[in-house]
């Protein structure tokens, strides 16, 4: 059972400074050298694998969906990169099994415009049933990290979607119905439009598109028959126009899909066939379409064996690519070698999150890698060398093997192959043998 730790509760995303309360994560850390744990060597690779999963996040595409592991002996931590376009609203979900009680430590990040710039951790509000809800102010980048307290881990789901932030505000049509957009010339260039057309048949009910009150029902020059919702929580009006006709009153609270007007075509729109304008205006005029418009994708099919998190896996062939993203569209990071052996850090769709032996990360197709239970040929041991944890002949030495012991060999790195001692040990022996 896992306690998921969220980066703390806010009305919105606020200016972090050294006064802020400090996150859950930050606490623990905190509280790490207190212990006086922070300098022992599994303290330090907490705090590395910590700030390693903000500065080599994995980059994603939301929607993503991920089943991974993080093992209890080995500190670790896991961060996802990905953009959110202001008018979206990401949802998180995660969990984690493990059999101990175990808390984990869950921290979205805003990344700065300057790159260089320091990443604050943001306070977020809304939970629900589905998961956390947050809907950013602005546009821009984002990095997840999650990270199990020390000597926890166990296997884990994160799921992270998008969708638009107002409900649709014609009933019975969708983003097709939208033929003018914001920004078009108006009016031989004199003005630009300050809001999109959805046309519909006259008549057609105008749904509020987010919970709000009614501030103004007017009849006007350009708009003819006008509805202004004043949306609290955004700090943002909601603007109606050309209705039929009106059926709210000022101060009238509403729901997102209660009827506020019916579609029609009055003010300056009388020459063109029925549709609502439909603008927001926060700061001045905002582009709606974002906050209206269901965000494209969806998410990917787990077609990789699952079982495999946690455990060994290899290539089979040459020049099989790790990349940086679980798509063909991810940077090359690297092509392996033949029979190259990694560990199965997670599963997205038909890819791997794998770990390299030197500690490099990255995904890998599934239907390039094989597991290792099938031994690639056996290795006889000259002499008295033991079996080393990591491939590197400073690294410690897991079991020791009597010479003439024939190993079976699982995969290889770097001149090392990669073997299973008698009593079942994996570990790693030099491999000109």
């Known amino acids: 059972m896992a306690c998921i730790l969220l980066a703390g509760c806010e009305v919105a995303e606020v200016v972090v400074d050294r006064y802020r309360s400090l996150t859950p994560h ?181 749904l509020a598109a987010s919970d709000g009150t009614v501030s103004r029902v007017q009849v006007t020059r350009l708009g003819g028959k006008v509805v202004w919702i004043r949306d609290t929580r955004r700090g943002a009006n909601l603007y109606y126009a050309h209705l039929d006709s009106q059926v709210v009153r000022p101060g009238q609270r509403v729901l997102p899909g209660d009827t506020v007007g019916f579609v029609g075509n009055t003010g300056n729109a009388r020459t063109t066939p029925p549709h609502l304008h439909f603008g927001i205006y926060s700061r001045g005029p905002t582009d709606p379409l974002p906050f209206i418009r269901t965000p494209p994708g969806r998410l990917a099919d787990m077609t990789v064996d699952l079982t495999a998190l946690g455990g060994w896996g290899r290539v089979e062939e040459e020049g099989i690519r790790l990349r940086s993203a679980p798509s063909q569209r991810g940077d090359v990071l690297r092509e392996l070698d033949r029979f190259t052996a990694f560990r199965v850090l997670g599963g997205a769709g038909d890819w791997y999150r794998i770990r390299l032996p030197d500690g490099r990360t990255g995904y890998l197709a599934g239907r390039l890698t094989d597991g290792v239970d099938a031994p690639l040929r056996f290795a006889v041991v000259a002499g008295p060398d033991p079996i080393r944890a990591r491939p590197w002949h400073t ?16 995969g290889a790195y770097g001149g090392y192959l990669l073997v299973e001692a008698p009593d079942g040990h994996r570990g790693w022996i030099v491999g000109d043998r």
Do not use: K, M
């Not at 690294?395 to 699982?410: D, F, K, M």
């Open 395 to 410: 690294s410690p030495a897991v079991v020791p093997v009597e010479a003439g012991t024939a190993l079976p060999v699982l």
């Open 26 to 206: 930050e606490a623990y850390e905190a509280s790490l050298v207190e212990a006086g744990l922070s300098g022992t060597a599994l303290g330090r690779d907490w705090t590395r694998a910590a700030r390693r999963a903000t500065e080599e996040p994995h980059v994603v595409e939301l929607p993503y969906r991920e089943e991974g592991f993080i093992a209890e002996e080995e500190p670790d931590a896991v961060g996802y990169r990905f953009s959110i376009q202001r008018g979206q609203v990401l949802t998180l979900h995660a969990e984690v099994d493990s059999e101990e009680a175990t808390r984990v430590f869950v921290d979205l990040f805003r990344v700065p415009e300057d790159e260089g710039g320091a990443l604050r951790p943001l306070l977020l509000t809304d939970t629900t049933a589905n998961g956390l809800v947050y809907e950013p102010p602005r546009s821009g980048d984002f990095i997840l990290r999650l990270q199990p307290e020390l000597l926890r881990g166990g296997r884990f789901r994160v799921t992270l979607t998008l969708d638009a932030a107002l409900s649709f505000p014609v009933e019975g049509v969708g983003i097709g119905a939208v033929q003018s957009f914001f920004g078009a010339e108006r009016d031989a260039g004199r003005r630009s439009h300050h809001g999109v057309d959805i046309f519909a048949r006259r008549g057609t009910p105008a």
